[in-house]
């Protein structure tokens, strides 16, 4: 059984960066389909496997190259 506010590959994820960052949604597919300009992210980029198995309302710290980003799922949709 699927769960529809869990993110997974082939799921839209609208998150911001906390505390008051503008939402961003990227759309997590396969490293083949990976296009970050056009709001699709690789399931193996750090931001796709820090959200991966979260879900809406969840604060995720993300580790990135100058340390770490808090940010917090607010939507989770098919793509």
Same mark, same amino acid.
């Given at each position: 059984q699927i769960d529809a506010t869990e993110v997974s590959v082939g799921k839209i994820v609208?998150?911001? =960066?906390? &505390?008051d =960052? =503008? &939402?961003e949604s990227y759309t997590i597919v396969g490293a083949a389909?990976?296009?970050p300009m056009g709001g699709k992210i690789s399931n193996d980029s750090p931001i796709a496997k820090s959200l991966i198995g979260h879900h809406v309302n969840d604060e995720v710290s993300i580790a990135i190259p100058v340390g770490t980003m808090q940010v917090k799922i607010l939507k989770v949709e098919n793509a």
């Open positions: 609208t998150f911001k =960066e906390l &505390p =960052e =503008e &939402p389909e990976a296009d």
